[in-house]
């Protein structure tokens, strides 16, 4: 499985200030370049607007079109397009699949998969890219194997 995506911190002057181009990344053929051209967001808990995010991944297949956004505080992910329009979003507090208790990372593969390291609930959970849950790691039957603060 090949995962594309960015730390926070590379990022991070493109969500709070909307900088030109900042990221370029090569892997597996494939090469992203991101590039606001508005400000993006602020703190809040409304659309486009975050409270700690903690991790960013853009989809390879739409060549950086499409940033997913660990919006931590507001325990959801917030889906931009390049322009960084709120597209929308995935998630609320909660311990039931598709909530989250501090979305920490998140990564795209590229066979269409969504993962969200869900910490505070232990597991890292799996959505399709349009937002559907599809499972969760470790599954509930696997008792022998727990993920402790992930």
């Known amino acids: 499985m090949k995962i594309l995506s960015y730390p926070l911190m590379a990022l991070l002057p493109l969500i709070v200030c909307g900088?030109?181009?900042l990221v370029r990344q090569e892997q597996g053929g494939i090469s992203v370049t991101l590039a606001f051209d508005a400000v993006v967001g602020g703190i809040g808990s409304g659309y486009s607007q975050f409270y700690n995010p903690s991790g960013v991944?853009?989809?390879p297949r739409t060549t950086g079109d499409l940033l997913f956004v660990a919006d931590t505080g507001n325990q959801r992910v917030q889906y931009l397009n390049q322009a960084g329009d709120?597209?929308?979003q995935i998630g609320r507090f909660g311990v039931g699949q598709g909530d989250f208790n501090n979305p920490y990372a998140i990564a795209v593969d590229f066979g269409r998969y969504l993962f969200v390291v869900d910490k505070d609930n232990n597991r890292v959970q799996q959505f399709d890219v349009r937002g559907m849950f599809v499972r969760h790691?470790?599954?509930a039957a696997q008792t022998r194997e727990?993920?402790?603060f992930p």
């Open 146 to 148: 727990t993920l402790r």
């Open 86 to 88: 709120y597209l929308k």
């Open 19 to 21: 900088c030109g181009p």
């Open 57 to 59: 991944a853009v989809d």
């Open 137 to 139: 790691y470790p599954e």
